[in-house]
């Protein structure tokens, strides 16, 4: 059965880094594009990108342009997502989830990462 | 870039009630439609794809319908266990935007 499972919760301070990983499992990891989404307290989902585990190629929302960064390991079938010059707006819970192997909508979701920005 | 809009953002109805969320993109878009179903505190559960394909395992009270701009999610007959706020996408091409939610309540 397809599995994504992500890395733990994270507090960082103001300008800090972040790095959140997935793991897939269950299916061919190369075969299917890998999401990034963010959902901040209370509200609703922003998507910030997606990576071709394949190649690595990506695609960013114009929002986090400069700031996201997608990577993948295809050793150890794991995508990355790190997000740079952290702000207290950046707390959210990060959500990794699998885009269908023919189109782009997400049918498996990781179980978030909570990131909290905070000095 | 496409804006999704979605209405009503809140809506309280009765058990067995037909409910229905609207969905609106900014240009046209096919039939390049989610919709999600993210209950309080849990992970979001895919239910639509190309706008009214349920996806397995997703009962037969959901339905969708719709193409280009106007979209809609129909819970035929809701269960108390349908209490969620859902979620539209599309996803013809980045960036791949949601809609802002309905919250789905019992009355």
């Known amino acids: 059965q397809v599995q994504l499972v992500q890395s733990g919760a994270e507090v960082k301070k103001p300008g800090a880094s972040v790095k959140v990983s997935c793991k897939a499992s269950g299916y061919t990891f190369t075969s299917n594009y890998m999401h990034w989404v963010l959902q901040a307290p209370g509200q609703g989902f922003e998507w910030m990108g997606i990576i071709n585990p394949s190649c690595g190629s990506t695609s960013y929302a114009q929002k986090f342009q400069g700031r996201v960064t997608l990577t993948r390991d295809t050793s150890t079938s794991t995508v990355y997502m790190e997000l740079s010059s952290l702000r207290s707006e950046d707390t959210a819970v990060y959500y990794c989830a699998r885009a269908d192997s023919t189109t782009y909508y997400l049918d498996y979701w990781g179980q978030g990462t909570l990131v909290t920005v905070s000095s | 870039d496409i804006q999704m809009t979605q209405s009503p953002s809140s809506l309280s109805a009765s058990v067995g009630d037909r409910v229905t969320i609207t969905c609106r993109a900014s240009q046209g878009i096919g039939i390049y439609l989610a919709w999600y179903q993210q209950k309080p505190g849990k992970v979001p559960k895919f239910l639509i794809y190309?706008?009214?394909t349920l996806q397995s395992g997703v009962p037969s009270r959901f339905s969708g319908s719709g193409s280009g701009t106007d979209f809609t999610l129909t819970i035929s007959s809701l269960q108390p266990e349908d209490v969620a706020t859902y979620y539209c996408q599309k996803y013809n091409g980045a960036p791949f935007t949601f809609g802002p939610g309905t919250k789905v309540d019992i009355k």
């Open positions: 190309a706008a009214s």
